[in-house]
């Protein structure tokens, strides 16, 4: 009996000795390490940097998931132009043309049949038709983040120490764009989302001739907005309500 316990004992040593030790999970979805971005003045002039939020900046990439989001949104936006009129539609033919017997003739109802010319459609397009796809939140927002991490990490996120104007004239805002044009790397052509922290009516009206230019709100912003254009412009404020949007 002492020799069987004891090489039970053994045994048990053995097996815990065997068992790898659990380390902590890893997320991922976000990456641990903060990215830092500069933070320029409107005249396009370096003035102080940003430590960007890993779980919004720093998220790792799902191709499926952005193709999947992207498309659901762009069916959602999509508007049903093509409509044909049925038989129940077409004006007319509430009489019949003809008595039904006697006259030699085929018989007929009305003359807004798709039979007669002029008259209904058989089995064309309608507005009845609905696109719509639903994609939950959680995909959507993480979308986003991953969209926005490409955009950090690529250097097409530009951030401003302050964006604001006076008057809403079109020229101040081209001369804002074209002075980061020249003071940063890799600004070059390009069409530009400039995503502001809350209503701003004069920097709506000042982009809005200005062509590959659009403003967004914060609170509204979406993975196909992004995918749409090459660089995001916005103010360092615009970080704050992106983190109290769409982290709650």
Known sequence: MLIMSSIKAKRKKTIKSTKKEKKPRVSPKSGETELESPVYDVSGKEVSSVKLAPEIFNVKMNHNLIYQVATSQMANRRKVIAHTKDRSEVRGGGRKPWRQKGTGRARHGSIRSPLWRGGG??????????????????????????????KAKNNFLILLDELKIEKPKTKLMDEIIKNLKLKIKNFGDGSVLIALPEMDKNLILATRNLANVETIQAKDLNALDLLSFKYLLMPKETIKVIKETFKK
Do not use: D, H, N, Q
């Open 121 to 150: 459609v058989t089995f064309g397009p309608t507005k009845a038709r609905v696109f719509k796809k639903e994609i939950p939140k959680k995909m959507r927002r993480l979308a986003f983040f991953m969209v926005i991490s490409a």
